[in-house]
């Protein structure tokens, strides 16, 4: 039985099911819904809902140039994220993550961002960015508020915030009403899978000198 606690919105499950969030989200939601059972169950009622809605539809009359301009139109997506499948057992990065990064930890490119915690930016485009985070057992991530919406998806270990505890699997979604200062749990490290869609708002100095060559 999944331990998982906090999962996604109706709302976000629906707009990945049609299709209509940036590459960032979806990485992220495809991920979690690779380790939950009860969303996975609810993304393939949303699919089927939508498949429904599509047979019911009046056929279209398609000009012949149609095929190359859904070809030309998906050229300029900012990338495709798999469909969700099962978490290999014993993996820290589920499916379909690992093959987005190609691979599993060894593969990831780390960058240290101070405090000992390390990065890795994966994507970034003017929808959205999404980034790996490896903070160490007990550190305290710098507070701060945001500007849009924050997604963190746990994949090891766990850490708390001003709204509750957050473990493997469990997904928090933030939003501009939101300030916090995330802590890493003692005894393990905590990564995560994190998206946003406007940079974050820090309260500290440091932080917000430090903000644009991190890319937060």
């Known amino acids: 039985m999944s331990n998982i606690r906090h999962h996604l919105t109706d ?3 629906m707009a990945y099911s049609a299709g209509t969030l940036p590459e960032a989200f979806s990485l992220v939601i495809a991920t979690h819904v690779s380790m939950c059972d009860e969303c996975r169950i609810m993304l393939d ?3 089927a809902v939508g498949g ?17 301009a859904t070809m030309a139109l998906i050229a300029e997506q900012d990338g495709v994220v798999d469909s969700p499948r099962l978490t290999p057992k014993g993996a820290v990065l589920p499916e379909p993550l ?5 691979g599993g930890l060894d593969s990831v490119k780390w960058r240290h961002v101070g405090g000992g915690v390390r990065q890795a930016v994966l994507q970034r485009s003017k929808s959205g960015s999404v980034r790996l985070l490896r903070i160490p057992a007990g550190a305290k991530m710098p507070d701060h ?4 919406m924050e997604m963190t998806l746990v994949l090891k270990g766990a850490f708390s915030d ?5 473990a493997r699997g469990d997904v928090e979604i933030a939003d501009e009403d939101l300030h916090h200062t995330p ?3 003692e005894g393990e490290e905590c990564i995560c899978l994190a998206a946003t869609d406007a940079p974050l708002r820090f309260n500290a100095f440091i932080p917000r000198i430090a903000q644009p060559f991190l890319r937060i």
């Open 11 to 13: 709302d976000l499950l």
């Open 52 to 68: 429904a809605v599509l047979e019911d539809c009046d056929m279209a009359v398609l000009s012949d140039d149609s095929f190359a």
């Open 183 to 185: 802590i890493a749990e």
């Open 98 to 102: 690992r093959d987005y990064v190609q």
């Open 145 to 148: 508020g945001h500007r849009g």
């Open 45 to 47: 009622s949303f699919d």
């Open 162 to 166: 001003e709204c509750d505890r957050f």
